[in-house]
C-alpha cells in the first residue's frame, strides 16, 4: 500500500450554483419583486457580517454561460453551518424563483508538508490563514473539480510519496508564476463530493485563467493524472449589479 498523504483542513465549503427562471420573476407583483431582493439583500448582509467576525466567508458571482445564473461560495466552520445557510435561503422568497442546477461540497485543504515540525498547524497564523481564508473579492471567479487518475500506469495513488512530491513540486512552480495574477482555493472533496478536488480561482484578469490551466496542461502531473469537470466562471456581484441584473 502507497503511503497515504498528510492534509491539513480548514473551513467546510459549499458552492451553491442556481438560475433565474424568469418566466417566475416576471409574473411576480413588483412589490413581490421588492420583497424578494430585501430578502436576498438582508442575506448578503448577514454574510458579510460573518466575514467581518472572521466566523467564515462568502463569495457571490455571477455564472456567464446556461451552466447557472449565479453562485455563492460559502466557506464555515461546520457542515451544519453550510447546511443551515443553505436552509434559510431556500425559505426566502427569492429563492421561489431560482433552480439549483449545480453544488459542491468540500473542505478547504493544504497539504500536510507545509506544517513546521513541532508545531500545531492550527497555532501558526500563515497556515491558519490559509484554511480559513476571508474569500478575494476578485472581478471573476473560475471553479472546476478535478481527480486524480487512477488508470493502469497511470495510477497517482500508486505512486510512492516522493514520486508524487516531485511531480507536485513541478506542478507547484507554474502556479507560482502566476502569483499576484491568480489567488487559488483548493478543497478536498474525497468522501464529500463526487470529485477529489474543488479548484476556484479568482482573478481581476479572466484571460489569466485561460492562460494558466492551459500551461498546466503541458505539465506531466496534469497531461498524465488530472481528469477535469465542468468549467464555471463568472463575474463579481454585489447589489448595484444584482439591482441591474433582477431589473425589468
Same mark, same amino acid.
Given at each position: ?114 506544517? !513546521?515540525?513541532? &508545531?500545531?498547524? *492550527?497555532?501558526?497564523? /500563515?497556515?491558519? @490563514? =490559509? ?78 485563467? !485561460?492562460?494558466? &490551466?492551459?500551461? *498546466?496542461?503541458?505539465? /506531466?502531473?496534469? @497531461? =498524465? ?24
Amino acid at each position: 500500500m502507497s503511503e497515504a498523504v498528510h492534509t491539513l483542513e480548514g473551513w467546510y465549503c459549499l458552492h451553491d450554483f442556481r438560475a433565474i427562471d424568469w418566466n417566475i420573476w416576471k409574473s411576480l407583483t413588483a412589490q413581490e419583486r421588492n420583497r424578494a431582493e430585501d430578502e436576498l439583500y438582508s442575506l448578503l448582509g448577514k454574510y458579510q457580517q460573518t466575514e467581518d467576525q472572521k466566523q467564515g466567508s462568502t463569495a457571490f458571482y455571477s455564472i456567464v454561460g446556461q451552466k447557472a445564473d449565479f453562485v455563492f461560495m460559502h466557506l464555515r466552520e461546520t457542515l451544519e453551518e453550510l447546511n443551515e445557510l443553505e436552509t434559510e435561503f431556500n425559505k426566502s422568497l427569492f429563492a421561489q424563483v431560482t433552480v439549483p442546477t449545480y453544488s459542491y461540497v468540500s473542505i478547504v485543504e493544504l497539504g500536510g508538508y507545509m506544517a !513546521k515540525p513541532g &508545531v500545531d498547524p *492550527m497555532e501558526d497564523p /500563515e497556515i491558519v @490563514a =490559509r484554511l480559513k481564508p476571508a474569500l478575494p473579492k476578485a472581478r471573476h471567479l473560475c471553479f472546476y473539480p478535478m481527480n486524480k487518475r487512477r488508470e493502469g500506469n497511470d495510477n497517482w495513488y500508486m505512486l510512492s510519496v516522493e514520486e508524487r512530491r516531485n511531480f507536485m513540486r513541478s506542478h507547484g512552480m507554474i502556479g507560482r508564476n502566476y502569483a499576484g495574477k491568480i489567488k487559488q482555493i483548493i478543497t478536498g472533496s474525497i468522501g464529500l463530493d463526487d470529485w477529489e478536488w474543488g479548484v476556484t480561482l479568482f482573478a481581476e484578469d479572466a484571460l489569466q485563467f !485561460k492562460k494558466i &490551466v492551459h500551461e *498546466m496542461r503541458f505539465d /506531466e502531473t496534469s @497531461a =498524465r493524472f488530472g481528469d477535469f469537470g465542468d468549467f464555471y466562471v463568472g463575474n463579481l456581484l454585489d447589489k448595484q449589479k444584482m439591482e441591474a441584473m433582477l431589473r425589468l
